[in-house]
Every structure is written in structure tokens, then in C-alpha cells.
């Protein structure tokens, strides 16, 4: 009988060994996770959702991940959880949305849920797009700072030296012209005036140059002060000069954007990591091996940067929070994030993985994103940033277009936007 019962657990235990998972039950069995995420990256380069199969076998989930605009992903964003409805779980974030709905308690207080060790070894800077007032909502996929970027070949052929990156803003400018060929289709400067989001952004990256903001910590407007308006006359100037690339008017998101950029018709962006990184897939770049980085050229600083890094935030309604943490928390493990910032060139959220040596080895970007990080960086976070978005957005891109001046444009933004601000500040 011994022998028997000998025989039984042997069976059993090579059946076991067999079958991963046979003696330990997985957590989240038939559980759905549902994610509401703005783009992910473009196709060939998602950043966390190529991951989702390795979550669900580990942990038994089912998730139900869908994409869509930053435009569409808000007003859905705000139809569902006004409604307090249980349907979502995760929604992508960044730090101006999660101002917006934490102010509202729509987003849930998940502080105690990091603990210290973890908080440590997570990147300040991409923290931000998942805090408010200090209190933590979520967990970031990527870490983002802008970069300046500029094609080597466009430079030589321009007779400038294609080692170098300008320094100033007079070089930048003297730099745009030289590239610039109108009849060939050539273009100095790449932006993006397609979309009020991309205009505010634009913005932001020349005012940070300027030492400028768009609000002081109590709410009081600056945007329009001597700051602003320097800033955003360099805009415009670039757009009277004839060197910024027409199709910058239909350019709205930064996939579009990378898209246009890759194809070898501009000297010069401002641009996130994955910019650098599809600039050198053969199969979709024109510019494999053409394009360098440096630091962003200042007009009253030396340099200065946009951050952009996002996340997802934890629903107040959600049905699932012990899976979603659970998945926030599997997206920012090390390996996760090792291989993420190697196949798509999006900085790692880990201290500890951004310095792995795998990583900067001969990667001039992680390098760059080093050096630009240690000069001024900001992204504009508030209750009311959508509002702003959309208030400010038109009166900029009228300024570019040349219909009003910039001082005008943003007297007249700041006119629309101070009664907005003044409801928060009363609630």
C-alpha cells in the first residue's frame, strides 16, 4: 500500500513538473482587466501592450486593451466616469488628465499601494504624469523628455558642420535657412500645429527657453506676460521666415509627426525618443544612420526641455483593482522595462534599469536624455489643463498663421481662460 502511494506521487509530481501552473493556482483566473489607453505607439513599436500576453499566463486576466485619440480617449474618459461606471479599470494618463480627474476623485489614491522601495527606484520626472499634489494615482509605462534632433545629411549639404548641433537660437535660425529649399520640398524646422494639444505643447517647448510658465503655483496667468510673448514670437517668426515645413498644419499627434519626420525632408525637430528609434528601421526610414542629437538651443536659457511621460491610472470605480494594480505593477518590472526601452527607444521608469549598462552602451539618446534632463524641464498640470488646451490652442495657432499678433493672441487666450480658472479656484 506504501508502494502504491509511492507510485501515486511520483505520477503526480511529474505530471506537475510537466505542466507550469498545475500546483499553483494563478490569481486573477477568468478575472477581466479593462484598458482604455491613447495610442500605444505605432505599429511595430507599441510600447506596453505587445506585453499583455505574458501578463494574462502569469496571472490567469483576461485583457481587454483598446486604443483610440487623446480627443476621443477624454471625452470617453469623462462619460464613464461621471457615471461612476465599474466598466473600466485602467485609463491611460498623463500628468495633465490625472490633475483633472484626481481633482475630482474619479482617479484612485493607490499612494499606499507603492511601497517605498519601489517609489525609489522609479524616475521623478516620470512619475509625474500618475501624481497630484503628492498623492499617487497610478504607475507610468515610460519615462519622456524631448530631444532635438537634426539631419546630418541636410546639415553637410547645407555647407554646416553635420558634428555639430546649433547652440543658440541665432544658430537654430541661421541653421533653418541654410536647409531650407522651398522648390525641393526641403525644410528647415518640423513641427506640429495640426491639433490644440500639439500647438500647447509646441508652445510650452519654447517657453520653458524663455525661463517662462503658462501659470504661477496660485493659478494667476503668466503666459501672457514679456516671457510668453517672446516665446511664442519665435513661433511665429519661424513661420514668416518660410522655413518650418507646411505639412506641420496637418500634424497633430506624434506618431503622425515621426511618420512625416522619417521620410528626410527636414533639417530639424524638437521630438520624443521613438523619433530617434523608427529614424533607424530600414524598413520604414529614409534617414537610417542620418540623424544626430543635441542639446535643445535656448533663447534666454542655455537649454531646456518638455517632458511627456505617461501611464495609467487606477479607476474610483473600477471592479478589478487588485488585478489592475497588479498590472501597472507588472508593466514597470525591470525586465519589462529593459526590453521595452531596447525595442522601441522610450525611456525606462526604473532608476536602476537606466543605467543598465545594456542600455547606454554606445546609445547616444540615453546619453542626450542624461544631459538634457539636468537643464530646465516643464509640463503644464492642472484641474483645468483641458480647458486650456482647448482655449489656448486656436489663439496660437492664429498667431502663427499671422492673423493676430502674439501678444494679442494671448491677451485674448487669457481673457477666455481667467473666468475658467476662477471656477476652481471657488469649488
Given at each position: 500500500?506504501?508502494?502504491?502511494?509511492?507510485?501515486?506521487?511520483?505520477?503526480?509530481?511529474?505530471?506537475?513538473?510537466?505542466?507550469?501552473?498545475?500546483?499553483?493556482?494563478?490569481?486573477f483566473?477568468g478575472?477581466?482587466?479593462?484598458?482604455?489607453?491613447?495610442?500605444?505607439?505605432?505599429?511595430?513599436?507599441?510600447?506596453?501592450?505587445?506585453?499583455?500576453?505574458?501578463?494574462?499566463?502569469?496571472t490567469?486576466?483576461?485583457?481587454?486593451?483598446?486604443?483610440?485619440?487623446q480627443?476621443?480617449?477624454?471625452?470617453?474618459?469623462?462619460?464613464?466616469?461621471?457615471?461612476?461606471?465599474?466598466?473600466?479599470?485602467?485609463?491611460?494618463?498623463?500628468?495633465?488628465?490625472?490633475?483633472?480627474?484626481?481633482?475630482?476623485?474619479?482617479?484612485?489614491?493607490?499612494?499606499?499601494?507603492?511601497?517605498?522601495?519601489?517609489m525609489?527606484?522609479?524616475?521623478?520626472?516620470?512619475?509625474e504624469a500618475?501624481?497630484?499634489?503628492?498623492?499617487?494615482?497610478?504607475?507610468?509605462?515610460?519615462f519622456?523628455?524631448?530631444?532635438?534632433?537634426y539631419?546630418?545629411?541636410?546639415?553637410?549639404?547645407?555647407?554646416?558642420?553635420?558634428?555639430?548641433?546649433?547652440?543658440?537660437?541665432d544658430?537654430f535660425?541661421?541653421?533653418?535657412k541654410?536647409?531650407?529649399?522651398?522648390?525641393?520640398?526641403?525644410?528647415?524646422?518640423?513641427?506640429?500645429?495640426?491639433?490644440?494639444?500639439?500647438?500647447?505643447?509646441?508652445?510650452?517647448e519654447?517657453?520653458v527657453?524663455?525661463?517662462?510658465?503658462?501659470?504661477?503655483?496660485?493659478?494667476?496667468?503668466?503666459?501672457?506676460?514679456?516671457l510668453?510673448v517672446?516665446?511664442?514670437?519665435r513661433?511665429?517668426?519661424?513661420?514668416?521666415?518660410?522655413?518650418?515645413?507646411?505639412?506641420?498644419?496637418?500634424?497633430?499627434?506624434?506618431?503622425?509627426?515621426?511618420?512625416?519626420?522619417?521620410?528626410?525632408?527636414?533639417?530639424?525637430?524638437?521630438g520624443?525618443?521613438?523619433?530617434?528609434?523608427?529614424?533607424?528601421?530600414?524598413?520604414?526610414?529614409?534617414?537610417v544612420?542620418?540623424?544626430a542629437?543635441?542639446?535643445?538651443?535656448?533663447?534666454?536659457?542655455r537649454?531646456?526641455?518638455?517632458?511627456?511621460?505617461?501611464?495609467?491610472?487606477?479607476?474610483?470605480?473600477?471592479?478589478?483593482?487588485?488585478?489592475a494594480i497588479?498590472?501597472?505593477?507588472?508593466?514597470?518590472r525591470?525586465?519589462?522595462?529593459?526590453?521595452?526601452?531596447?525595442?522601441?527607444?522610450?525611456?525606462?521608469?526604473?532608476?536602476?534599469?537606466?543605467?543598465?549598462?545594456?542600455?547606454?552602451?554606445?546609445?547616444?539618446?540615453?546619453l542626450?536624455?542624461?544631459?538634457?534632463?539636468?537643464?530646465?524641464?516643464?509640463r503644464?498640470?492642472?484641474?483645468?489643463?483641458?480647458?486650456?488646451n482647448?482655449?489656448?490652442?486656436?489663439?496660437?495657432?492664429?498667431a502663427?498663421?499671422g492673423?493676430?499678433?502674439?501678444?494679442?493672441?494671448?491677451?485674448?487666450?487669457?481673457?477666455?481662460?481667467?473666468?475658467?480658472?476662477?471656477?476652481?479656484?471657488?469649488?
Amino acid at each position: 500500500m506504501v508502494r502504491r502511494w509511492l507510485v501515486a506521487l511520483t505520477l503526480f509530481a511529474l505530471v506537475a513538473s510537466l505542466v507550469p501552473g498545475a500546483l499553483a493556482a494563478k490569481p486573477f483566473e477568468g478575472v477581466r482587466v479593462v484598458i482604455l489607453s491613447a495610442s500605444d505607439g505605432a505599429p511595430g513599436y507599441k510600447i506596453i501592450s505587445p506585453y499583455i500576453p505574458q501578463f494574462e499566463q502569469e496571472t490567469g486576466a483576461k485583457v481587454e486593451f483598446t486604443e483610440m485619440s487623446q480627443g476621443v480617449l477624454h471625452a470617453k474618459m469623462a462619460t464613464v466616469l461621471a457615471a461612476r461606471s465599474a466598466e473600466v479599470d485602467l485609463f491611460w494618463t498623463w500628468s495633465g488628465f490625472t490633475a483633472e480627474f484626481a481633482y475630482a476623485g474619479l482617479f484612485k489614491d493607490m499612494t499606499d499601494k507603492v511601497s517605498q522601495a519601489e517609489m525609489d527606484d522609479l524616475v521623478p520626472g516620470a512619475m509625474e504624469a500618475v501624481t497630484y499634489k503628492n498623492r499617487v494615482y497610478g504607475l507610468p509605462k515610460f519615462f519622456s523628455i524631448r530631444s532635438f534632433y537634426y539631419n546630418k545629411r541636410m546639415f553637410a549639404e547645407a555647407g554646416l558642420d553635420p558634428t555639430r548641433a546649433p547652440r543658440t537660437w541665432d544658430e537654430f535660425v541661421d541653421a533653418a535657412k541654410k536647409t531650407t529649399n522651398a522648390r525641393q520640398g526641403r525644410w528647415g524646422v518640423l513641427h506640429d500645429y495640426g491639433s490644440n494639444n500639439s500647438l500647447l505643447i509646441n508652445f510650452q517647448e519654447h517657453l520653458v527657453l524663455t525661463g517662462g510658465r503658462l501659470f504661477d503655483d496660485k493659478d494667476n496667468i503668466l503666459f501672457n506676460n514679456e516671457l510668453g510673448v517672446e516665446a511664442l514670437q519665435r513661433v511665429v517668426d519661424l513661420n514668416k521666415m518660410g522655413v518650418v515645413d507646411p505639412a506641420s498644419f496637418g500634424i497633430g499627434e506624434g506618431p503622425v509627426k515621426r511618420a512625416r519626420w522619417i521620410k528626410g525632408n527636414n533639417a530639424m525637430e524638437w521630438g520624443w525618443a521613438a523619433d530617434y528609434t523608427m529614424s533607424l528601421d530600414p524598413a520604414i526610414s529614409s534617414i537610417v544612420d542620418q540623424v544626430a542629437v543635441g542639446l535643445i538651443p535656448g533663447i534666454r536659457v542655455r537649454s531646456g526641455a518638455l517632458t511627456g511621460s505617461e501611464g495609467y491610472a487606477l479607476s474610483a470605480f473600477g471592479k478589478n483593482e487588485k488585478a489592475a494594480i497588479d498590472f501597472l505593477k507588472f508593466m514597470t518590472r525591470a525586465n519589462v522595462q529593459k526590453d521595452m526601452t531596447l525595442r522601441t527607444g522610450w525611456y525606462p521608469v526604473r532608476k536602476s534599469v537606466f543605467g543598465d549598462p545594456d542600455l547606454t552602451k554606445g546609445n547616444p539618446l540615453m546619453l542626450s536624455a542624461k544631459l538634457q534632463s539636468q537643464y530646465p524641464t516643464y509640463r503644464f498640470a492642472a484641474p483645468y489643463t483641458n480647458e486650456v488646451n482647448d482655449l489656448l490652442g486656436p489663439q496660437l495657432l492664429a498667431a502663427i498663421k499671422g492673423e493676430k499678433s502674439a501678444k494679442r493672441a494671448l491677451d485674448d487666450a487669457a481673457a477666455q481662460i481667467r473666468p475658467v480658472v476662477e471656477k476652481y479656484k471657488t469649488r
